[in-house]
């Protein structure tokens, strides 16, 4: 036998004004025309003809997520899990890095996120061939 109960459970708005205060992002070319960047810390990713083209297709697609999530009353991008470490580890060891602070909305008072992009030579998940020698 089930009863119902009259109490109301609590809201939970005040999670949905947490900000997201960093983001990593590794990106990558996929092809000659064609690049790709990954979020890490929400398994996200997005193509573009270039790198910078990538990186903002990202940011874009991270931002509309993230209004998603506060109209909706959730905490920001909490459906999506990490990235396999593989591209945590392609991020550690990436030759360029740019820095930069997104602001998702200039009237939101909770600040800029810190976004970290580290660019590596080809895809993560592309060993390179070993070097065989036939005597």
Same mark, same amino acid.
Not at 12 to 25: A, D, E, N
Not at 47 to 67: F, N, Q, W, Y
């Given at each position: 036998m089930f009863f119902r109960s009259k109490a109301r459970l609590p809201t939970?708005?005040?999670? /949905?004004?947490?900000?997201?205060?960093?983001?990593?992002?590794v990106a990558f070319p996929e092809s000659r025309l064609v690049s790709t960047a990954r979020c890490l810390e929400h398994d996200l990713m997005a193509? $573009?003809?270039?790198?910078? $083209? %990538? *990186?903002?297709?990202?940011?874009? &697609? *991270?931002? %509309?997520?993230?209004?998603?999530?506060?109209r909706h009353a959730r905490l920001p991008l909490s459906s999506f899990v990490p990235a396999p470490r593989l591209y945590w580890d %392609?991020?550690? @060891? $990436?030759?360029?890095?740019? @820095?930069?602070? &997104? /602001?998702a909305d200039p009237q939101d008072s909770l600040g800029a996120t810190q976004v970290d992009v580290?660019? /590596?030579? @080809?895809?993560? %998940?592309?060993?390179?061939a070993l070097s065989v020698r036939i005597a």
């Open positions: 939970v708005r005040y999670f /949905v004004r947490m900000p997201i205060r960093r983001l990593s992002i193509s $573009g003809r270039t790198t910078e $083209g %990538a *990186v903002d297709a990202l940011l874009k &697609m *991270v931002r %509309a997520h993230i209004d998603y999530d506060r %392609a991020f550690r @060891q $990436g030759s360029r890095r740019w @820095q930069f602070d &997104m /602001v580290s660019l /590596v030579p @080809q895809h993560p %998940a592309i060993r390179p």
